[in-house]
């Protein structure tokens, strides 16, 4: 591996308005005690991003200023802490971006990536919009040779997807995805290749990423133009979907996908709501839904089953994936994403 500078440029937030960021000089940090420090190979923009980049109410409430954010991301180790004998210099890890404390009751049992002391990596520290980091060794995972370098830092988005999709049955079921951000389009293209039998897509007017979801493999695409409930009733024979997920954080999308899913169907909710929707209770009570929310990736079972899709190679990566830019271009990128012509919008760094 090549020497390790000791300063570093990173994209740092720095003022409290919208943009903020500059290209600020920092130290490269040394790996503490069960850290790794990581060379970044790519980093993804992503929705939590934008909140950062806007200064909204979320990201002045959890962003410190003078942090360099980023954390979909991926790259070599070019050093380790004490005590890490879980990977060595020249292993090429992905970043999951929840930091756990691997000792509450949370953790304990299994949910991790809601653990009760638990922070976001290139949120609530320093990230990898830069071209080193350092991270505890638990979140660097390993990548199988199977995995190409330049899909390896969409593994964060790509996992939501999965996680959200399969808090109910995807293999010859109904699927409707509700919001066509690159996460939905990555669960349009899940859906397909883990059996579905009908995949329904719905977004609200951005054309690019609905033709990009009937690329993946939607059966049915709607929009603004269409009565959406009715759409999907009829298309299921007028019962509903089994499985709905909503990952755009609009209400009407939310209202849209409780009243489509059929009696004792499964809601799995990602969407980030910036107001306390108002939803009909009282369909999901007399339908027996079962509502599930959705934050990050379980650690590691979604990893497991991630990695296996894509061992497969069946999944169509490089369609969701629209823009390679150097990372330099990082306001570039921030721009294209709000733009919302594009899929998913990749930093490169080498």
Same mark, same amino acid.
């Given at each position: ?209 609905? #033709?990009?979801?009937? =690329? +993946?493999? %939607?059966?049915?695409? *709607?929009?603004? /133009?269409?009565? !959406? ?74 990893? #497991?089953?991630?990695? =296996? +899709?894509? %061992?497969?190679?069946? *999944?169509?990566? /490089?369609?969701? !994936? ?29």
């Amino acid at each position: 591996m090549s020497e390790v500078p000791s300063t570093m440029m990173g994209w740092t937030k720095v003022r409290p308005e919208p943009d903020g960021f500059d290209l600020v000089e920092h130290v490269v940090p040394v790996p503490q005690a069960g850290e790794v420090l990581v060379k970044t190979h790519s980093t993804s923009i992503c929705g939590t991003d934008l909140h950062i980049w806007s200064w909204d109410e979320w990201g002045r409430s959890e962003v410190p200023l003078g942090t360099i954010t980023g954390h979909e991301t991926s790259g070599h180790i070019v050093a380790i802490g004490e005590g890490v004998s879980s990977h060595t210099v020249g292993d090429f890890v992905s970043i999951e971006c929840h930091l756990a404390c691997w000792e509450c009751e949370r953790c304990r049992e299994g949910n991790a990536h809601v653990c009760e002391n638990g922070a976001i990596f290139g949120v609530h520290r320093n990230g990898a919009f830069a071209p080193y980091f350092t991270v505890p060794a638990a979140n660097a995972r390993l990548n199988p040779d199977t995995i190409s370098a330049g899909d390896a830092s969409i593994q964060d988005p790509l996992g939501n997807a999965i996680h959200t999709l399969t808090g109910g049955p995807v293999k010859d079921s109904t699927v409707a995805i509700h919001g066509l951000g690159p996460i939905g389009l990555f669960a349009v293209d899940v859906a397909r290749a883990m059996g579905a039998k009908k995949i329904i897509a719905t977004d609200w007017d951005n054309q690019t990423r609905m #033709d990009l979801a009937k =690329e +993946l493999g %939607a059966d049915l695409v *709607l929009g603004k /133009d269409d009565d !959406v409930v009715a759409e999907i009733l009829s298309a299921t024979g007028g019962v509903g979907v089994d499985n709905s997920c909503e990952f755009s954080g609009a209400a009407p999308a939310l209202n849209n996908a409780i009243k489509s899913t059929r009696n004792g169907g499964w809601l799995n909710i990602l969407g980030v709501y910036g107001s306390d929707p108002v939803v009909p209770v009282n369909d999901i009570v007399f339908r027996y839904l079962h509502v599930k929310g959705i934050n990050g990736r379980k650690m590691w079972q979604t990893w #497991d089953t991630m990695q =296996e +899709l894509l %061992a497969e190679g069946d *999944l169509n990566i /490089d369609k969701v !994936v629209t823009h390679r830019l150097h990372w330099h271009d990082f306001q570039a990128a921030i721009a294209l994403m709000q733009e919302g012509n594009c899929g998913k919008v990749v930093l490169n760094f080498e």
